[in-house]
């Protein structure tokens, strides 16, 4: 095999690569969540456990509780 | 439909610096802050190659965003970044290669950055492209500020010695400053003195390191904050006394 | 006989000596952010290691049969990246789809594996320093259940400080990286384990 058919093979594969990734990418997005976890997002009620103070929900989180 | 209005392109450089330090105050961008501060030039070689990444992907993502489709805008963004990100490991290989053997695998590994993918999906979708520049500086600076200090205090606890000039060796000899550690030696070949602490070379000192910059960050915030309740409480406190005094006299003239 | 002592001890030796967390620095993201819950922890190591464990297998060949011949090894990042990342979004579909249990538990933490630092680590690694097959699963294996332990035992000891009366400036992350450096100081014991 010349290293002109591999340099094309290769580009395919790359581009093949990419399509997967877009492809798989847009289905998981449309795909809705299975019954039980629809609104499981990362969002104050769902990041309780989490003590990472720069994290935005943090801030927010805990922005609720003090006007609570 | 750009968030900024006009006049605050100062804001959008300035935020990165300091206020939203994307290390110490976003706590973003931990990898490589540990892994490449065993001394000052490695981890101000990697704030430097980390700025061209994040400026660079910022001004393409922000000129394509209205090209780019809302559903697929991660992959694209991932790509242009990992198409910098090799850019970037060629030049470092030509030109700077005992950086580039120095920083080894963290410089591939900027392509899942926390702060790169972070900028693009927060900032540089949705601003202008100046805004965008504006904005890639200002975090490639404050994070370079942020790991330069932390490579000298590394380096400076860990060796000993600060040594400039070794990877960017464009100026002949490196300069080596006798900070803990001198330079010169005494008879029996040691050095005259030495205070350096190698613990903090290893990775468990890095972890230390940084763990006590982010709690002063945290304890500077937290004083601000204080000051400026106290300051808002007194201000409070002053009108309510005024305003007692003023019925006082109302009353008074009654 | 030999080739198995040797692929064992390169295992233990890119688990505990040379730990993914406590001295590559790999996905400390993810090992600072999963928080302090013992079970999601768990479960984070597990998908993160099946990941790694495919990606490896997948960009290995890439690598040495496809882009080496090409003579453009220099993209090998950007394969690798758009690897994982379409590995991370199957795995997560395929989760979506069959177990809504574990989605519950890892969900949120899918987004997160892509851009963990360990699984591209640990793949250009591989081909950074010209592994052979049987070291890259190695080191692949090893990478990752290095990983799952620390992340464990850390969720473990976050959980028990839970209650601790820390310094204002020191919660949140400081305490947790103060922790991180003990546990690297424990682990610098296992240095010399493996000749």
Known sequence: MDQRTAFIIAIITIVALLIVFVVSFVIYMRTPAPKGCEKLKIGPKNCEDCDVEGCMIYKERHKEQKEE | MDKIKRGQHKESFLNGILKENPLLVQILGLCPALAVTKSLETAFGMGLLFTFVLVSSNVIVSLLRKLIPEEIKTPCYIVVIATFVTIVK????????????????????????????????????????????????????????????????????????????????????????????????????????????????????????????????????????????????????????????????????? | MEMIVSFILAIVSYMLIDNVVLSRFYGICSFIGVGNKVKSAFSMGLAVTFVIMMATLVCYPLYFYVLVPAGIPFLDTLVYILVIASLVQIVGLFIKKTSPSLYKTLGIYLPLITTNCAVLGVVQTNSDSQLDFLTSLANGLGTSIGFLVVIVLFACMRERMNGYNIPKAMKGVPIALIVAALMAMAFMGFGGMVG
């Open chain 2, 90 to 254: 060629m030049f470092a290989e030509a030109f700077l290669p005992e950086l580039y053997s120095s920083l080894g695998v963290f410089l591939s590994l900027l392509v899942v950055n926390c702060i790169v993918l972070g900028r693009s999906e927060a900032f540089a979708g949705q601003n202008g492209v100046f805004d965008s520049f504006l904005d890639g500086c200002g975090n490639g600076i404050g994070y370079t500020w942020a790991i330069s200090l932390m490579g000298i205090i590394r380096e400076v606890l860990g060796l000993g010695t600060l040594t400039i000039g070794k990877v960017f060796n464009f100026f002949g000899d490196p300069l080596v400053l006798p900070i803990l550690k001198s330079t010169t030696l005494d008879s029996n070949g040691n050095p005259l003195y030495d205070f350096s602490i190698s613990i903090f070379q290893n990775p468990a000192g890095a972890f230390i390191v940084l763990g006590l910059m982010l709690a002063t960050m945290a304890a500077i915030t937290n004083h601000k904050k204080a000051v400026e309740k106290a300051k808002e409480k007194a201000a409070k406190e002053a009108a309510k006394a005024e305003l007692a005094a003023k019925a006082a006299l109302a009353g008074g003239a009654k």
